[in-house]
């Protein structure tokens, strides 16, 4: 195979000639080919640096506002969001790390709203993301439009709220309720409307839709989740095409303080280049437990984009490469769901989600979304498949003996 350049391939996807994704993503962390240096950068600790002369002409002055290990990180990240437009026009993306995904979340509506601007959120997006809007944000003047739960019908909802707003806010899929909603005509109908658009990327990863690419002004992610996948530190990133938000974005950081870690950032560095790996396995392995839980008569509904029945199956296979690592599944009550829980041993009970390890949670536990008592959100992990059907299903066969006892 001939290789074009690094920053040419990085603006495709897969054509003869260049370089696929999977490359591009494993060899972005690589440093430049010094001999005798590292093949990585590490993490660089430092609050002041050395600031002789003009403070104009420094790389770096103070770790509040910049540091090396950020650059780096946001280098790759700005490489993984990069992309073409629809109009075949192709864009270089660049990328803002924060101490959390909130933090990330936090500094896009910071960024933009004002009060008496309105924003249109869609009542089933993360609930931390809408208590913020709804508690801190309308209490400082802004109007808050809700959609009621976003999904293949999106369209015709949001398009009457738009009229006026500043921002719309996106999330597809949504957690944990899994609704995929069609990014680029939402996009251009919020552009048409002169409203920015910001789309929560958490579940699918950079590598598996690229917001930026279906028209949206920014993608935000909770890197805490898959992009990172050990389970083991909190970060956040947003991305942007154009340099005026790019600039609110990195003033509101630098304000607000809410910074990452040069060991957090090189940690994430770390991670990047076994992403491809992970989500391939974690995808397949949440798409053949769809499929698993989908056929037994224990379980009420199965809500997992990959799978063809889901609603929004058509939308999210033209606009997701991958599928995600979360599968949502409804027992028929909340005994139920917590015997389930309780009886598997290959599922570990905690919030989050994207890790290497299999986790499972009933999330009406927690409050905030209006789901069923029965909900289980899962995130399958890069265990052997085999196992994890065989754990579920020695699990759900327990259950009529489970209740029984309860009663």
């Known amino acids: 195979m001939r290789f074009v350049s690094f920053k040419a391939a990085r603006l495709g996807m897969d054509w003869e000639g260049g370089m696929r994704e999977s490359t591009r993503v494993v060899r972005s962390t690589l440093t430049p080919v010094v001999a005798g240096t590292s093949m990585s950068a590490g993490p660089v600790f430092a609050a002041p640096f050395h600031a002789p002369g003009d403070p104009a002409g420094l790389a770096y002055s103070y770790g509040r506002a910049h540091n090396p290990t950020w650059t780096e990180l946001e280098r790759v990240l700005g490489v993984m969001e990069s992309g073409v437009l629809a109009d075949g026009g192709a864009y270089d993306a660049q990328a803002v790390v924060f101490a959390s995904g909130m933090a990330a979340v936090t500094a896009v509506f910071g ?23 709804g508690g801190y944000f309308t209490e400082m003047g802004v109007v808050v439009r809700t959609v009621p739960r976003m999904g293949v019908n999106a369209l015709e909802q949001v398009t009457p ?15 944990p309720t899994m609704d995929v909603c069609d990014i680029a005509a939402l996009s251009a109908a919020a552009r048409a409307a002169g409203v920015l658009v910001a789309v929560d990327n958490t579940t699918p ?9 279906l028209g949206a002004d920014f993608s935000i992610a909770s890197d805490t989740k898959s992009l990172s996948g050990q389970g083991d530190i909190l970060l956040g990133h947003v991305a942007v095409r154009d340099a005026e938000l790019l600039t609110k974005l990195m003033q509101w950081r630098n304000l607000t303080g809410g910074i990452l870690g040069p060991m957090e950032a090189w940690l994430a560095l770390r991670s990047i280049p076994t992403l491809p790996l992970r989500l391939e396995k974690t995808c397949a392995n949440a798409l053949a437990i769809a499929e698993f839980l989908a056929g037994r008569s224990e379980v009420a509904q199965v ?3 990959g799978l063809k ?37 290959l599922l570990t009970e905690a919030t989050s989600f994207g890790g290497v390890t299999t986790t499972a949670e009933r999330r009406a536990k927690w409050g905030g979304d209006a789901v069923a008592g029965g909900l289980i959100r899962m995130s399958a992990g890069c265990e052997a498949v085999e196992d994890l059907i065989a754990d579920m299903a020695q699990a759900l066969n327990s259950l009529p003996q489970a209740l029984d006892g309860l009663r």
Do not use: C
């Not at 709203?113 to 809007?133: E, F, H, I, K, Q």
């Not at 599968?327 to 015997?339: P, R």
């Open 161 to 175: 709220l738009l009229e006026g707003a500043r921002l719309l806010w996106i999330e597809s899929p949504s957690n």
């Open 205 to 213: 990863t950079a590598l598996g839709q690229r917001p930026l690419a």
């Open 111 to 133: 960024a933009v709203l004002r009060p008496g601007d309105v924003v249109v959120v869609p009542a089933n997006s993360y609930y931390t993301a809408r208590n913020l809007l």
């Open 303 to 305: 809500l997992y984009p």
């Open 309 to 345: 029945t889901h609603p929004g199956h058509t939308i999210a296979a033209r606009q997701m490469t991958y599928f995600g690592a979360v599968v949502s599944f409804e027992l028929k009550s909340q005994v139920a769901a917590e015997a389930f829980l309780a009886k598997a041993e």
